[in-house]
């Protein structure tokens, strides 16, 4: 299974965006009992947690540079995972990735998370 993010874009500091991720392969069904979550990555820096939510929907972990300003959500039916971006930031430039964990709980462990697809990038103008 591969995750595909998607609805990156420019915006100004303050905006909002939403990311969506998609799962394409042959064993789409499996990611509705993964965990799921979204890393980032800037130029010259390492890919870093931003969130995660476990494979029911009903818990969720955020980076704590990105709490209250961001939210992660599932849909299992579509096998989609989202992030909304709200009060963005400079700082947020980044490509933005999705991946799946193979726990089922929330996890911020870079080494957990499989299925990586191309990034979105996000970038946030001042």
């Known amino acids: 299974v591969q995750l595909q993010a998607s609805g990156g874009g420019t915006v100004q500091a303050g905006g909002s965006l939403r990311l969506a991720c998609a799962a394409s392969?042959?064993?789409?069904?499996?990611?509705?009992?993964?965990?799921l979550g979204w890393f980032r990555q800037a130029p010259g820096k390492e890919r870093e947690f931003v969130a995660s939510?476990?494979?029911?929907?009903?818990?969720?972990g955020y980076a704590d540079f990105v709490k209250g300003r961001f939210t992660i959500s599932r849909d299992n039916v579509r096998n989609a995972l989202y992030l909304q971006m709200d009060s963005l930031k400079t700082d947020d430039t980044a490509v933005y990735y999705c991946?799946?964990?193979?726990?089922?709980?929330?996890?911020?462990?870079?080494?957990?998370?499989?299925?990586w697809g191309q990034g979105t990038q996000v970038t946030v103008s001042s």
């Open positions: 939510i476990n494979w029911r929907g009903d818990s969720t």
């Open positions: 991946a799946k964990s193979r726990s089922s709980a929330v996890t911020s462990h870079l080494d957990y998370y499989t299925g």
């Open positions: 392969g042959r064993y789409i069904r499996t990611i509705s009992n993964n965990a």
